[in-house]
């Protein structure tokens, strides 16, 4: 196996157009950034996903949400001497990513699948367990759930308290981020069937939306993050903070781009803020099972 240049790496990798740098300034949106950074987040830059097919030969997780650098195991010494380590200011980005985008803020509006899984009563298990006890379960949780999306070829944005938030971007799943990321949420509600984890009390719900997002930076100065905002990402928190324990919530939009079979069962459900039900398809654990 070939080891990356470290040339490569650093110095070439998915540059951006310079934005303005006045300290008190804040960037405005230059129609050429946002064309790179969508090409970028499309795929159609081919560097960013060369860089990742590098990175994930090497062993292991956590990764840089970007570029996929391993932050544990045999490649973290690899990443470190090539200065991709977990930055300080964001540890879910290595320092690499973090300086591109810091010094490259901008995005794209995309289209995409969020994924959205959280812990059911997890004000109930901290109450009835120790605060070490609650801790292990949900880093539990935590593992099994960013195995899962990773596997699928998603990335995971944000760890939330007691939940989980995940993007299907195509230049990581491609142009079937939406079944994806179902079949993310699928594995992802029998990973968390553990004994162990059932036997604590943890019980989890999905959800997963389809829409188009702006992707990119957020934030000022030392504190920037690369995520997803938008109304598709606030309904997919919204199926996942509504489905039950056990159940994946999948709007019809997601279900339909996905071209999945015909829903074993499908629900409407009131979004804040939308005039009309929002349809969806529910899945639960033993069905993601008999369905994948």
Known sequence: MSRPRHAAVTEEAYRLPDVSDEPEAIPT?????TETWRKILMGTDPTLPALRRRFNWVPSDPRCKMCAAPFRGPGRVLTRLMMHGPSLSNPLLCSVCFGQ????????????????????????IAERTSAGEFRRLVQQFYHRAAKAIHQH???????????????FIPVVAGDRHAIRAIEAGEALLRAVEDRELVAGGVRVGVGVHTGEAFVGTVGAGERLDFTALGDTVNVAARLGSDADAGELLVSGVAWSTAGRADAPERRALTVKGRAEPLEVVVLRSSQAVAIA
Do not use: Q, W, Y
Not at 29 to 33: F, R
Not at 104 to 114: D, F, N, R, T, Y
Not at 156 to 167: E, S
């Open 153 to 167: 070829d998603g990335v995971v944005d944000k760890f939330l308290g007691d939940g989980i938030m995940a993007l």
């Open 29 to 33: 949106i230059d129609p050429a950034n």
């Open 101 to 124: 985008i810091r010094g490259h803020e901008g995005g794209a509006e995309i289209e995409l699948s969020v994924l959205f899984a959280d812990i059911r009563g997890s004000t109930g």
